[in-house]
């Protein structure tokens, strides 16, 4: 394996791999997201919106056509004992067989976890799973989940508006909320590795998503597990954060990235706020499975 100097400040030129389109929970094209790594200068840039590959046909073209060097990847939401963690799987092929079926295998279990909590909610509101499929605009494509029941209630008249739902029968702490169940972190890096990909732990350090964060010794134990690396430079880490993980991937010798998180309209993150280094992306391209776009 090669190592990866990895300087201790953020790089102030490179590559923004944490971005998400209209694949996902963005507001903007898999084009307008290749288009805007243009006018900022990146020197490259990946798409990785969540638990899909929906929208890397698009963003290939995209940066074929405007010559924008790509990554492909994906965000995929799993947990470690009983901590929710974002992982980057990077570089993989998308058609191999065990990871479309851990998508396959979570897009199950969100519709059934669903189906359970309409099942729940109808016993006390007038609405139908039929009801909550109406709201959906992908059919199959789209993941059905909270906001779907949230905007079925509006459309019965419980409530005015989809976050007053959500303030109430679709909320976290209602007694009708199942977790999202999502596959173990150690499924999805060997998952990962097995499809010829890097997984990275996204924002691992960051306090306003999780509570509890992941431990040191949780960290060790996905890097025997096969991790590449930890998302170091993000806006949701704090500075003893990056501290504790810049150490951590030193001992590991795990990579260090950096990514906006950048959702377009949908959140205040700007496309390439934070970035990773040319020479760990390299190691990226090195170790995935994917030919690069350059
Ligand atoms: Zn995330
Ligand atoms: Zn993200």
């Known amino acids: 394996m090669t190592r990866v100097a990895h300087a201790d400040t953020p790089p102030q030129s490179g590559w923004d791999i944490h971005c998400h389109t209209v694949y996902s929970d963005g507001t903007e094209t898999p ?4 288009a805007e790594a243009v006018r900022r200068g990146l020197h490259g840039v990946a798409i990785a919106d969540h638990d899909t590959t929906a929208g ?5 073209q995209a940066a074929t056509r405007m010559s924008m060097p790509l990554l492909r990847g994906t965000e995929i939401t799993a947990v470690d004992d009983g901590v929710s963690v974002h992982m980057l799987g990077l570089q993989y092929d998308p058609e191999n067989e065990g990871i479309r079926e851990l998508f396959a295998m979570t897009r199950r279990a969100r519709l059934r976890r669903t189906r359970r909590m309409v099942e729940m909610i109808a016993k006390d509101y007038p609405i139908t799973w039929d009801d909550v499929l109406a709201q959906t605009k992908q059919g199959e494509r789209t993941t059905i989940g909270r906001p779907h029941i949230a905007d079925a209630l509006v459309a019965a008249g419980v409530y005015p508006t989809r976050s007053d739902a959500f303030a109430g029968a679709v ?6 909320y199942i977790p999202t169940p999502s596959p173990s972190a150690a499924d999805v890096v060997s998952a990962v ?4 990909g890097v997984s990275i732990v996204a924002h691992a350090g960051d306090p306003g998503r999780n509570r509890v964060l992941l431990s040191d010794t949780q960290i060790e134990r996905l890097a025997k597990a096969g991790l590449g690396g930890l998302e170091v430079w993000h806006r949701g880490n704090p500075l003893e954060q990056r501290e504790r993980l810049l150490t951590l991937a030193h001992r590991l010798d795990l990579l260090v990235t950096g990514g906006s998180d950048w959702h377009g309209a949908g959140k205040p993150n700007a496309l390439g ?7 760990t992306v390299e190691e990226i391209i090195r170790r995935g499975c994917l030919p690069a776009i350059r």
């Open 31 to 34: 084009e307008t997201l290749v």
């Open 273 to 279: 706020e934070n970035l990773t280094a040319d020479a």
């Open 56 to 60: 890397w046909q698009e963003a290939e």
């Open 171 to 176: 909320s976290a702490s209602s007694r009708y």
């Open 193 to 196: 590795s097995a499809a010829g």
